[in-house]
């Protein structure tokens, strides 16, 4: 028994990701070809028709049999993690030895509580889908392709410990999604039938269709808007990734009509209420320039970034951008020892920040 667990353990799953457990996969619409011009600086001149075009994928929606959920978002069969974008889009890397295939296949499968859900459950989450960008542009419209289609009286499958997290908790309420099961930590959920909807974008490539429909769906909303035109989105409270000379950035935006902004101290209704009206926004590379998203079409984007950084992280928010009708402008930035971590600090130039408000 112990050999045949090893050595299923040492291959490839293909077995568990054959069509068997796909019961049928609807397609909600189909792929769509995107062209943006680029900024000069973002790529050399081979790169730039790879990245200037690109195909957004189609919108799945999968009902697949006898699929095993945990808390944390790993979609997995009898103890084996599927290893497939449809189910996790975010494959685990620390899953990368037979040893640690067998300690967490013995875990959920010994050591968990088991719970068996009879009924059709939908799940629209992944293990990053939690934090506040990978909700907006990931989880939440996803949640919305599933409240559009035929499978929007199924209960949605999140995580309990999300439950209070202040976004979360709002977005679900505005967009109306109360058919949920909460799940808990170390218990293992036996989906007899599990909706998924697939997810269609990655760090290059957002779908526009998604991002402006949950856009829609929200600033539709009876939020009022601010009376703030121009906001810089600190992040002095955060324990990295900050500005090194803030108080001179500060100052000098502050004679330019910025009214400086930690997200953290407003609710999410209250950020939301913020950014419809606002016309530019300046912040370091960080979730909250994810808010970007509730900005008027045509507003402005500033976004401060090491210059050591590699090119994934600087198209993250200039795709958002893009897909937004914003205009994009970066400020390359030295970091503290010329590191190129994502989160070390970074310093500001004046100038080269003041040439471009």
Known sequence: MTRRILSM??????????????????????????????????????????????????????????INLLSNGILHSRGFILNSKDYNPTYPRWYNSAYRKFKFWAKVNFFYNQNTIEEYVAYSGSIIGFGYFHWLIDTLPRIILLKNSEFKDFPILLPQEKKEVDFIKSSLNLIGITNIIWTQNNVNYHCKKLITPVQSWDLLNYNPKNVLSLRSVILSSKIKKSNISKVYVSRRKASFRKIINEIEVIKLLERYGFKTICFEDYNWYDQISIMKSCEVLIGIHGAGLTNMMFMPFMGKVIEIFNENWTKEHLFCFFHLSNVLSHKYQVIKCRSANNQSDLNTDLFVDLINLENLL
């Open 9 to 66: 353990l040492l291959v490839e799953d293909k077995f568990l990701m054959s069509n068997r457990r796909e019961i049928y996969r609807i397609t909600i619409d189909d792929f769509d070809n995107f062209e943006r011009d680029l900024p000069d600086w973002s790529v050399n001149k081979e790169e730039y028709q790879k990245y200037r075009k690109y195909i957004c994928e189609k919108n799945d929606i999968i009902l697949s049999n006898k």
